[in-house]
């Protein structure tokens, strides 16, 4: 792979091109009609390196500490429901990852694997995204906290996005 892209959008147009287009339409878009997405992309564009030169490198540390646990590197791991849709291995790659990083992976409520599978992957920091819902009547509510979600065949009917659609075959 290329690795002299420009900018997410050269990744976008990658992605675009790779993956099967309800896959890309689960991770491309955002809920509802967008606009935090779009807020987030414009608020990060507003981020700038401000490099510095003559200045002692010798000592340098990029470790911190999150609610007082020590993570190697100041970035953490988001968390992104349905990781099956773009590779196999899934949260357990993304636990890998982190822990090889030294870093925070945030594992998400839609999780294809069971906690106790990405424990065993990788014994590095994790947080749990997790919504509680009011309507226990919600397929993914009521289930055992240790279960996986099962790999879904048509992630378009589960996103809600203003700009494409891709119902089931």
Known sequence: MDRHHTGIGDLQ???KERLPPGAYV????????????????EAFGRWRFVPRVLVDTSARTLSTTVLG???????????????????PEAERATTR??????????VPTLT????????????????LQLYVQLDRAWPFAARPADRAVPPCDHPGTLANHLHESFPPD
């Open 13 to 15: 147009a990658i992605a």
């Open 26 to 41: 689960y991770v491309a878009g955002g809920a509802g009609d967008e606009r935090t997405m779009r807020d987030n992309i």
């Open 69 to 87: 646990r020590p993570i190697a590197l100041p970035i953490g791991i988001a968390p992104f429901a349905l990781q099956r849709l773009l590779d």
């Open 97 to 106: 990852a982190a822990a090889a990083a030294g870093t925070l992976a945030t």
């Open 112 to 127: 294809s694997y069971r906690h106790a599978e990405l424990q065993a992957a990788a014994d590095g920091p994790r947080w």
